[in-house]
């Protein structure tokens, strides 16, 4: 079982930036995958980024690619979203999410999820 809390969400103004952080409990942090995702109101729940096990490979959707980092430290059991230049179409709900397999962007593909992280971004 893995427990997942993200933090760093706000309200920022176009062209901004913020970073989102998301704490793991348990001992096995980097035996999983790791995933973020996002939910706009009214919208499905769409995949942002992902990082393999050891932090060797990462994956972004388009949307995002060129302004959005993922990073994890498995010393501190976290995984980071840096969002840079950041628009009002990113305003969602941001979610991080743990799985045992791996690093897709299908939110199948995952088994554990946070509670999620309101991102608000002016214009």
């Known amino acids: 079982q893995v427990q997942l809390v993200e933090s760093g969400g706000g309200l920022v103004q176009a062209g ?4 989102l952080s998301c704490a793991a409990s348990g001992r096995t942090f980097s035996s999983y995958a790791m995933g973020w995702f996002r939910q706009a109101p009214g919208k499905e729940r769409e995949f942002v980024a992902a990082i393999s096990r050891g932090g060797g490979s990462t994956y972004y959707a388009d949307s995002v690619k060129g302004r959005f980092t993922i990073s994890r430290d498995n010393a501190k059991n976290t995984v980071y979203l840096q969002m840079n230049s950041l628009k009002p179409e990113d305003t969602a709900v941001y979610y991080c999410a743990a799985s045992r397999l791996t ?5 199948a593909g995952y088994d554990y999820w946070g509670q999620g992280a309101q991102v608000t971004v002016s214009s």
């Open 16 to 19: 901004g930036s913020l970073r």
């Open 103 to 107: 690093a897709g962007s299908s939110r």
